[in-house]
């Protein structure tokens, strides 16, 4: 069952068609990343939906209801939208409980949010003088107030060092171990790929992309890397089976067109030592340079 | 709509700007009395006349009613309640929790004008002690009822909480802070100072004239202020018109 539907949303800005005819679904209970480049339109959709940018053309909705028709939204959705949404001379806490009190919220859910982000000791502090990256946890914060069981996360990786990137991928993991339905978007695929469920990709503001990161991939061409005393007797092995393999070192070979599930279970087989064995991950990036190559009109907004 | 002028308040309260301009308003306003009062009753009671000493009532009216400033900062409040969540982005925010943005707008007017009431508490209160210690260290009687200077402080406290509904209006209506600020101090210093001048039965009519009426300030060419109920009427008019205009424009427009 899908809990956000978007449907034919077209969004003109002047004279920049910011998102065109757009369409897809997020099914309840999973972590889709809206991927694209800077400027295809990503922030105007999310805006789109949560009813702060009103559409050309086309619907989005949340639940079967436009944003705005939601019985208290915060209760239902949460949203992350930019960093700077804070008034600097606030104090982190007091901005919490700001949005706590619009949105009929307990108080005291400001020290379990601050908690929640792990910024409990600077809960005091003015916001002013956060880093981009706390900036990014604290809106996390405030989307988390209400325990939506719906989150819209835009760029939310934006400032954070590689423990905060890995944290919000923890944290988005385990909304979705609970349950929550995650519309996470980032202009790198990387960023989201393991946190994700499916992916949405535009371009130009247009859909190219809606599948699952493995069919995504399906198509791709895979390179698994391997280094091993006994390089030439895996090779043999290898092409025996029909797999394309490259010599790239006394030791390290490059296997084209298999998993490299298949090709451990051949090492083991032949008895062969393995020292090393990866999947080269930037076929994944090469599938989303491909469909996101067109060049594209600047984001509206 | 009480939950969300309680949050427009604790949005007030969470941040040092009302503190500012509270400070300027006081400031502002001291000054001005102490600098008339001081020179013997000033001369600024009225549009067009020069007020007579402390002992008088004139003199001391002229006195009591220098809460301009108290009214003028309270519009500045109302201006930055709107455009500040613009300016820093909490509009989103704002807007995400209740996205009847009508309500919202209702909701800061409603807020603005009760901070505005403060703005016009100290002002009144700061006017009304520097006079009357004045006028006790002069050794002069208190020459107006304390009725009367009662209804100047409420008129004071009234009109500012009013102006600062028109700020949140003109805050709403405008896309830039600055703009915003500006044509209220333009309007009430400028603007309306000339239309008095070259119209003097128009003067009762013109809002910002009209609150500082309210407050006690006497009108230029004989003309007679409007009544008390009248003039609070207008001001508030002039919010909701403000208020109408706005919510065709900016409110409808798209937060980006």
Redesign the interface.
């Given at each position: 069952m899908a809990v956000i539907e978007v449907r034919g949303l077209t969004k003109r800005f002047g004279p920049v068609l910011a998102v065109d005819r757009l369409s897809f679904d997020v099914g309840q209970g999973t972590v889709v990343g809206f991927l694209g480049p800077n400027g295809a339109g990503k922030?105007?959709t999310l805006?789109v939906l949560?009813?702060?940018?009103?559409p050309t053309g086309g619907t989005a909705t949340i639940s079967g209801k436009a944003?705005?028709d939601?019985p208290d939204?915060?209760r239902h959705?949460g949203?992350v939208?930019?960093a700077?949404?804070?008034?600097?001379?606030?104090?982190a806490r007091?901005?919490l409980?700001?949005?706590a009190?619009?949105?009929?919220f307990d108080p005291a859910r400001a020290d379990e949010v601050l908690e929640l982000v792990g910024l409990q000791a600077d809960g005091t502090r003015r916001v002013g003088g956060f880093s981009l990256g706390m900036r990014q946890r604290l809106g996390i914060a405030?989307a988390m107030l209400g325990d939506p069981e719906v989150l819209i996360l835009d760029e939310p990786a934006n400032g954070l060092d590689p423990e905060g990137v890995r944290w919000l991928r923890e944290l988005v993991r385990g909304l979705a171990e609970e349950g929550r339905t995650v519309l996470v978007s980032s202009h790198l695929l990387a960023e989201v790929a393991q946190s994700v469920d499916r992916v949405v990709i535009i371009d130009g503001g247009r859909l190219v992309a809606q599948s699952s990161l493995d069919e995504l991939t399906a198509g791709a061409r895979r390179v698994v890397r391997v280094r091993t005393p006994r390089a030439q007797d895996l090779a043999n092995g290898l092409d025996h089976d029909g797999v394309r393999v490259e010599r790239v070192g006394a030791d390290r070979l490059e296997i084209i067109g298999a998993t490299s599930e298949r090709v451990g279970m051949l090492a083991a087989q032949l008895g062969i030592p393995i020292l090393e064995l990866t999947t080269d991950a930037a076929n994944l990036e090469d599938v989303f340079f491909q469909l996101t190559a067109t060049p594209t009109e600047p984001e509206?907004? | 709509m009480t939950r969300s002028v309680r949050t427009e308040l604790l949005k007030l309260r969470t941040i040092r700007l009302p503190l500012g301009l509270l400070a300027t308003a006081a400031g502002l306003t001291a000054l001005v009395t102490i600098l008339g009062a001081a020179t013997g009753g000033g001369g600024h009671g009225g549009r067009h006349m020069a007020a007579p000493p402390l002992n008088t009532a004139a003199g001391l009216q002229a006195m009591l009613t220098r809460t301009g400033f108290g009214m003028l900062m309270a519009a500045v409040l109302g201006v930055t309640v709107v455009r500040g969540e613009f300016r820093h982005g909490t509009a989103t925010a704002t807007y995400l929790a209740t996205p009847d943005r009508v309500r919202v707008l209702i909701a800061k007017a409603m807020a603005a004008a009760g901070a505005g009431l403060t703005f016009g508490l100290v002002a009144a209160g700061l006017s009304t002690g520097i006079s009357l210690t004045f006028v006790a260290a002069k050794g002069y009687q208190v020459a107006l009822a304390w009725g009367t200077i009662a209804r100047f402080g409420a008129g004071a406290i009234l009109g500012s909480g009013l102006l600062a509904a028109v700020g949140v209006s003109l805050g709403a209506l405008f896309r830039s802070q600055i703009a915003a600020i500006v044509t209220v101090f333009a309007w009430a210093l400028v603007v309306e100072q000339i239309i008095g001048g070259l119209f003097d039965a128009a003067q009762p009519y013109l809002p910002y004239t009209a609150a500082t009426t309210m407050a006690g300030a006497t009108l230029g060419g004989g003309t007679s202020p409007l009544p008390f109920a009248a003039a609070a009427a207008l001001v508030a008019g002039v919010a909701a018109l403000v208020s109408a205009a706005a919510a065709r424009t900016t409110v409808q427009a798209d937060v980006s």
């Amino acid at each position: 069952m899908a809990v956000i539907e978007v449907r034919g949303l077209t969004k003109r800005f002047g004279p920049v068609l910011a998102v065109d005819r757009l369409s897809f679904d997020v099914g309840q209970g999973t972590v889709v990343g809206f991927l694209g480049p800077n400027g295809a339109g990503k922030t105007t959709t999310l805006r789109v939906l949560l009813g702060l940018v009103r559409p050309t053309g086309g619907t989005a909705t949340i639940s079967g209801k436009a944003y705005t028709d939601l019985p208290d939204p915060l209760r239902h959705v949460g949203a992350v939208l930019e960093a700077s949404g804070f008034y600097p001379g606030r104090r982190a806490r007091d901005h919490l409980r700001v949005q706590a009190m619009a949105g009929g919220f307990d108080p005291a859910r400001a020290d379990e949010v601050l908690e929640l982000v792990g910024l409990q000791a600077d809960g005091t502090r003015r916001v002013g003088g956060f880093s981009l990256g706390m900036r990014q946890r604290l809106g996390i914060a405030t989307a988390m107030l209400g325990d939506p069981e719906v989150l819209i996360l835009d760029e939310p990786a934006n400032g954070l060092d590689p423990e905060g990137v890995r944290w919000l991928r923890e944290l988005v993991r385990g909304l979705a171990e609970e349950g929550r339905t995650v519309l996470v978007s980032s202009h790198l695929l990387a960023e989201v790929a393991q946190s994700v469920d499916r992916v949405v990709i535009i371009d130009g503001g247009r859909l190219v992309a809606q599948s699952s990161l493995d069919e995504l991939t399906a198509g791709a061409r895979r390179v698994v890397r391997v280094r091993t005393p006994r390089a030439q007797d895996l090779a043999n092995g290898l092409d025996h089976d029909g797999v394309r393999v490259e010599r790239v070192g006394a030791d390290r070979l490059e296997i084209i067109g298999a998993t490299s599930e298949r090709v451990g279970m051949l090492a083991a087989q032949l008895g062969i030592p393995i020292l090393e064995l990866t999947t080269d991950a930037a076929n994944l990036e090469d599938v989303f340079f491909q469909l996101t190559a067109t060049p594209t009109e600047p984001e509206g907004s | 709509m009480t939950r969300s002028v309680r949050t427009e308040l604790l949005k007030l309260r969470t941040i040092r700007l009302p503190l500012g301009l509270l400070a300027t308003a006081a400031g502002l306003t001291a000054l001005v009395t102490i600098l008339g009062a001081a020179t013997g009753g000033g001369g600024h009671g009225g549009r067009h006349m020069a007020a007579p000493p402390l002992n008088t009532a004139a003199g001391l009216q002229a006195m009591l009613t220098r809460t301009g400033f108290g009214m003028l900062m309270a519009a500045v409040l109302g201006v930055t309640v709107v455009r500040g969540e613009f300016r820093h982005g909490t509009a989103t925010a704002t807007y995400l929790a209740t996205p009847d943005r009508v309500r919202v707008l209702i909701a800061k007017a409603m807020a603005a004008a009760g901070a505005g009431l403060t703005f016009g508490l100290v002002a009144a209160g700061l006017s009304t002690g520097i006079s009357l210690t004045f006028v006790a260290a002069k050794g002069y009687q208190v020459a107006l009822a304390w009725g009367t200077i009662a209804r100047f402080g409420a008129g004071a406290i009234l009109g500012s909480g009013l102006l600062a509904a028109v700020g949140v209006s003109l805050g709403a209506l405008f896309r830039s802070q600055i703009a915003a600020i500006v044509t209220v101090f333009a309007w009430a210093l400028v603007v309306e100072q000339i239309i008095g001048g070259l119209f003097d039965a128009a003067q009762p009519y013109l809002p910002y004239t009209a609150a500082t009426t309210m407050a006690g300030a006497t009108l230029g060419g004989g003309t007679s202020p409007l009544p008390f109920a009248a003039a609070a009427a207008l001001v508030a008019g002039v919010a909701a018109l403000v208020s109408a205009a706005a919510a065709r424009t900016t409110v409808q427009a798209d937060v980006s």
